[in-house]
């Protein structure tokens, strides 16, 4: 059964350190999606890819959050340097394109922590 | 900011009964999903509708649209105690005619079931 795999599950990291999220998406996907879940805020989109190029990153805080896909098994989602309010559970989703009309496969999340 | 708004945030019921969820959204859509996720888990995409359908079943879930409303109901029948999760309407964000890139979720409802 194909799905999303995401790496780490937990990271809890000190304020001022790097963090690096992992994803694979499902083999064949061409769309990528990174979204952070918060109480307060909800599911917010960060960021998108479409055949590993970037489509829009405008959710993302670009001085401390890169997102990138070195190949087309692997997207990742860099924080440097994190934050207190950077704490959250990140989701990356793989679909196929148009990405909004096809369903997205979500990985089940990084829950970070930043202290 | 939010696309879609779901009502109740949070509904509680007893096994056997219906569950009824509602989302608003505020712009023209070319089509709308609904997914759940658990506790500590990733969304799950239960049903898409397109914005020229009016109603959709699967199972136990029946899904309506309606466009002139900019709103969708979510109907669970016989609910049970596994049905117990969060349920998220989501969106597409204005993209190109016919198929959109991005994929907006709302704050969702919470549903507990109890046996």
């Known amino acids: 059964d194909a799905r999303v795999t995401q790496t780490p599950r937990h990271k809890v990291t000190e304020m001022g350190q790097e963090v690096t999220m992992r994803c694979q998406p499902i083999?064949?996907?061409?769309?990528v999606f990174w979204y952070r879940q918060t109480m307060m805020q909800g599911l917010e989109l960060l960021a998108y890819?479409?055949?590993?190029?970037?489509?829009?990153d405008s959710g993302m805080p670009k001085d401390r959050f890169s997102a990138e896909m070195p190949d087309a098994t692997l997207a990742t989602l860099k924080i440097q340097p994190s934050e207190p309010r950077d704490s959250a559970v990140y989701f990356c989703?793989?679909?196929?394109?148009?990405?909004?009309?096809?369903?997205?496969?979500f990985g089940n999340g990084t829950r970070l922590t930043v202290t | 900011s939010q696309q879609g708004e779901e009502d109740p945030q949070a509904l509680s019921i007893q096994e056997g009964e219906n569950a009824t969820m509602n989302c608003s959204y505020k712009?023209?859509?070319?089509?709308l999903q609904w997914y759940r996720q658990n506790s500590g888990r990733g969304l799950v995409h239960l049903i898409l509708?397109?914005?020229?359908?009016r109603e959709k079943h699967s199972g136990r879930l029946r899904v309506t649209l309606d466009t002139s409303k900019k709103s969708s109901s979510l109907l669970i029948t016989a609910s049970r105690a596994a049905d117990t999760a969060s349920y998220f309407c989501?969106?597409?964000?204005?993209?190109?005619?016919?198929?959109?890139?991005?994929?907006?979720f709302g704050k969702g409802t919470k549903l507990t079931v109890n046996p």
């Open positions: 712009t023209s859509i070319n089509n």
């Open positions: 890819f479409r055949n590993r190029a970037p489509l829009d």
């Open positions: 083999l064949g996907h061409n769309t």
């Open positions: 989501a969106t597409d964000a204005g993209g190109r005619q016919g198929g959109s890139e991005k994929l907006v």
């Open positions: 509708i397109r914005s020229n359908e």
């Open positions: 989703a793989s679909g196929l394109d148009p990405g909004a009309a096809s369903p997205l496969h």
